[in-house]
Each structure stands twice: as C-alpha cells, then as structure tokens.
C-alpha cells in the first residue's frame, strides 16, 4: 500500500481543515488506517484511526469531539476533518495503515505516507 496525504495549510485558531490520504493497491479495504502527528522536537502521536470497514473508529484525546475520520473505499480515500483548530495542533499529520485491528502506537502500522503539513495561527 502506497499513502499520500495532503490537505494541509496555514489556519487561524478555531478555524477547520479536511486532510486526505489516497491510498494505491487493490488490498485498500483490508487496511486500518490510521492519522498520527508529529511536531517538532517531539514524539509521533495517534490522533484517529478508522476501521477497514469504516465502522469503527477511535480518537486520541485531545481531538475527541472535534474531529472526524471517514474513508471511502471506492475511492481508497481516508479523510480527517480537523475543527476548532488550536495552535497546539500544528504539526505534520501523516496517514498509515496496518492489518487488522486499530492500534495506537505508530510502530503497528506497516505503512506510512509522507505527511501534510499543519499550522494554526493564534
């Protein structure tokens, strides 16, 4: 599986973001996927991950209620919506996938696209 994110950009604080991941491989619908982030001088943090069926899903904290993770398999598409943005969230969110069941903890995943930036102006 190949990732490739995108939709990011320069936002004021509150203001609302929709990142995409297109996904290339005929196996798309097996995958978890998964949106992590990662700000500078710091670790690799889980944000959202959505089930191969799209059925389930599950939110780190610090997004809970303000975020949304969808995907369309027809389009081997994975989206986050990101609202009521804060400056702490600016950071490069970057989309993986895995088999299975969701996970948490970026070393899970087997597959890594190469991120979108995100910064949230005060």
């Known amino acids: 599986v190949q990732l490739q994110a995108s939709g990011g950009g320069l936002v004021q604080a509150g203001g609302s973001l929709r990142l995409s991941c297109a996904a290339s491989?005929?196996?798309?619908?097996?995958?978890?996927m998964g949106w992590f982030r990662q700000a500078p001088g710091k670790e690799r943090e889980f944000v959202a991950a959505?089930?191969?069926?799209?059925?389930?899903?599950r939110y780190a904290d610090f997004v809970k209620g303000r975020s949304t993770v969808s995907r369309d398999i027809a389009k081997n598409m994975v989206y986050l919506q990101l609202n009521s943005l804060k400056p702490e969230d600016s950071a490069v969110y970057l989309c993986?996938?895995?088999?299975?069941?969701?996970?948490?903890?970026?070393?899970?995943?087997?597959?890594w696209g190469q991120g979108t930036q995100v910064t949230v102006s005060s």
């Open positions: 491989g005929r196996t798309f619908s097996r995958y978890v």
């Open positions: 993986a996938a895995r088999e299975f069941s969701i996970a948490t903890v970026p070393g899970s995943y087997a597959y």
């Open positions: 959505i089930s191969w069926s799209g059925g389930t899903t």
